[in-house]
């Protein structure tokens, strides 16, 4: 007959710590396992995304080199529609980066008045801390640019996030002084190009364009519209060619939803457009 001793119960207690200690090492092993399978599932899926949005500049790389038909939309180059995947979807645009003024652009000050004027008509409140912004870091050296990314904009005192997408409308910040495309620009972009350029102007250009692109600079200054109003326009601040380019993608693929940011130059190389990346941003611009 078996009779309980505190030696027996001792002995118990052990046994029955043991077997909750298995238990808990067993669920924690499962655990560490399926948190390790999740995470090398998003890992992967995230892999997996950003590929696809290298693909997805790749397209735009091709778009730009073959040259798709300007103006389907102000600065909006060429779309990619949403197309379906295994596990989601991708999408995408290349927009004219030369469509909107670029604000480095100002490093000619004759071209500040007109943009003050377009600022203070759209009762833009930032107006004066950008002027003084370009102002205090302008240089006499002629490659010296005053921004570098468009953000740097929200920096600038008195830039609120209202003023700033507003900004976001019609400049742009590239990387060097470049021209702005006279078939994609928007109306406040061209009404920087001279002080006679009002909107009754540039709604005229635009309507102009829009049933057949300007074919040349000449061909647009010697549009009535220009010349018979005595506008003066500088040559190398116009074009009818952007070199810069701006391609957003987008994928969602099972739980990742990436973006991706590009600037693209296209340069002309042994009678080839080549197209480089300049920069690239993930989910932020």
């Given at each position: 007959?078996?009779?309980?001793?505190?030696?027996?119960g001792?002995?118990l207690?052990?046994?029955?710590?043991?077997?909750?200690?298995?238990?808990?090492?067993?669920?924690?092993?499962?655990?560490?396992?399926?948190?390790?399978?999740?995470?090398a599932?998003?890992?992967?899926?995230?892999?997996?995304?950003?590929n696809?949005?290298?693909?997805?500049?790749?397209?735009?790389?091709?778009?730009?080199?073959n040259?798709?038909?300007?103006?389907?939309?102000?600065?909006?180059?060429?779309?990619?529609?949403?197309?379906t995947i295994?596990?989601?979807?991708?999408?995408g645009?290349?927009?004219?980066a030369?469509g909107?003024?670029?604000?480095?652009?100002?490093k000619?000050l004759?071209?500040?008045?007109?943009?003050?004027?377009?600022?203070?008509?759209?009762?833009?409140?930032?107006?004066?801390?950008?002027?003084?912004?370009?102002?205090?870091n302008?240089?006499?050296?002629?490659?010296?640019?005053?921004?570098?990314?468009?953000?740097?904009?929200?920096?600038?005192?008195?830039?609120?996030?209202?003023?700033?997408?507003?900004?976001?409308g019609?400049?742009?910040v590239l990387?060097?002084?470049?021209?702005?495309?006279?078939?994609?620009?928007?109306?406040?972009?061209?009404?920087?190009?001279?002080?006679n350029?009002?909107?009754?102007?540039?709604?005229?250009?635009?309507?102009?364009?829009s049933q057949?692109?300007?074919?040349?600079?000449?061909?647009?200054?010697?549009?009535?519209?220009?010349?018979?109003?005595?506008?003066a326009?500088e040559?190398?601040?116009?074009?009818?060619d952007?070199?810069?380019?701006?391609?957003?993608?987008?994928?969602?693929?099972?739980?990742?939803?990436?973006?991706?940011?590009?600037?693209?130059?296209?340069?002309?190389?042994?009678?080839?457009?080549?197209?480089?990346?300049?920069?690239?941003?993930?989910?932020?611009?």
């Open positions: 007959m078996f009779k309980p001793t505190a030696q027996n001792t002995v207690i052990i046994s029955l710590l043991m077997i909750a200690l298995i238990e808990i090492i067993i669920l924690g092993f499962v655990e560490t396992h399926k948190n390790t399978f999740i995470f599932r998003k890992y992967f899926s995230c892999q997996e995304s950003i696809l949005l290298l693909g997805g500049e790749d397209w735009a790389k091709g778009v730009i080199i040259g798709f038909p300007t103006a389907l939309e102000d600065d909006l180059f060429a779309v990619l529609p949403r197309t295994e596990g989601g979807y991708i999408e645009a290349v927009r004219d030369q909107k003024f670029n604000v480095n652009d100002l000619k004759q071209y500040l008045p007109n943009f003050l004027k377009v600022m203070n008509q759209l009762k833009i409140e930032g107006a004066p801390s950008i002027q003084n912004a370009i102002i205090l302008n240089s006499s050296d002629p490659h010296q640019i005053f921004f570098n990314s468009i953000t740097e904009l929200r920096g600038l005192p008195d830039v609120t996030a209202k003023v700033f997408n507003m900004l976001s019609f400049v742009t990387p060097e002084i470049t021209a702005l495309n006279i078939n994609t620009a928007n109306k406040y972009s061209l009404m920087i190009l001279n002080d350029i009002n909107e009754q102007v540039a709604d005229q250009i635009i309507n102009q364009r057949r692109n300007f074919k040349s600079i000449d061909e647009f200054l010697a549009n009535p519209v220009i010349s018979a109003s005595g506008i326009i040559r190398e601040m116009i074009t009818v952007s070199q810069y380019f701006f391609s957003h993608i987008y994928v969602h693929y099972h739980d990742s939803d990436l973006s991706l940011y590009s600037l693209l130059k296209c340069v002309k190389e042994d009678n080839t457009n080549k197209v480089y990346v300049l920069w690239r941003s993930f989910d932020n611009l």
